[in-house]
T-cell receptor, first 114, second 113 residues
Framework: QKEVEQNSGPLSVPEGAIASLNCTYS??????FFWYRQYSGKSPELIMS????GDKEDGRFTAQLNKASQYVSLLIRDSQPSDSATYLC??????????????FGKGNQVVVIP | NAGVTQTPKFQVLKTGQSMTLQCAQD?????MYWYRQDPGMGLRLIYY???????DKGEVPNGYNVSRLNKREFSLRLESAAPSQTSVYFC????????????FGSGTRLTVV
């Protein structure tokens, strides 16, 4: 089983709609969780981090964490064409675990249609 | 505040040539990483350095070497480039253990012909 899985294919959403991205992880004791946005030809940019169960909101972005079910999600409200990018989920297995490295999912492409 | 700086941004090599990709960070981070990113493969860790003076192999270390020159700088060397090493290379850094995530450099697009 891969450490971090993002199984959804490309996601097309109309402008103004909500884009919903999901990510599951295998290590139950993982400590911290991140969402990165990567525009085509650019480097990944950290947009959200979440450390405890529940929701965390930052502007139009909401990260949701459920450690019991081992998933983390990202909601993009009022989607804009500028949100068109690939979104990478990353999980930190915890201090002293995972050889000090984040585990990344392969990413989900989001296309916002004007 | 520059963050993570990578050089060069683009490079074309002939098979068998060698080159070094440079990375420097100014955030006083302890840990540094080299990734490659290929279509459909996601980010794959080549080497990392948890702290100054240490380096460790990642998922795909074959054909690469690294040097943690000091706390700021972490270089990646291709001794004899192969077409399979055509990729986009990202350097990243983090505070210890990466508990606040990584900061990535802008990347190096390498083509080996």
């Amino acid at each position: 089983q891969k450490e971090v899985e993002q199984n959804s294919g490309p996601l097309s959403v109309p402008e103004g709609a909500i884009a919903s991205l999901n990510c599951t992880y295998s290590d139950r004791v993982s400590q911290s969780f991140f969402w990165y946005r990567q525009y085509s030809g650019k480097s990944p940019e950290l947009i959200m981090s979440i450390y405890s169960n529940g929701d965390k909101e930052d502007g139009r972005f909401t990260a949701q964490l459920n450690k019991a079910s081992q998933y983390v999600s990202l909601l993009i409200r009022d989607s804009q064409p500028s949100d068109s990018a690939t979104y990478l989920c990353a999980v930190n297995p915890g201090v002293g675990r995972g050889n000090n490295r984040l585990a990344f999912g392969k990413g989900n492409q989001v296309v916002v249609i004007p | 505040n520059a963050g993570v700086t990578q050089t060069p941004k683009f490079q074309v090599l002939k098979t068998g040539q060698s080159m070094t990709l440079q990375c420097a960070q100014d955030m006083n981070h302890n840990s540094m990483y080299w990734y490659r990113q290929d279509p459909g493969m996601g980010l794959r860790l080549i080497y990392y350095s948890a702290s100054e003076g240490t380096t460790d192999k990642g998922e795909v270390p074959n054909g690469y070497n690294v040097s943690r020159l000091n706390k700021r700088e972490f270089s990646l060397r291709l001794e004899s480039a192969a077409p399979s090493q055509t990729s986009v290379y990202f350097c990243a850094s983090s505070e210890s253990q990466g508990v606040r995530g990584y900061t990535f450099g802008s990347g190096t697009r390498l083509t080996v012909v």
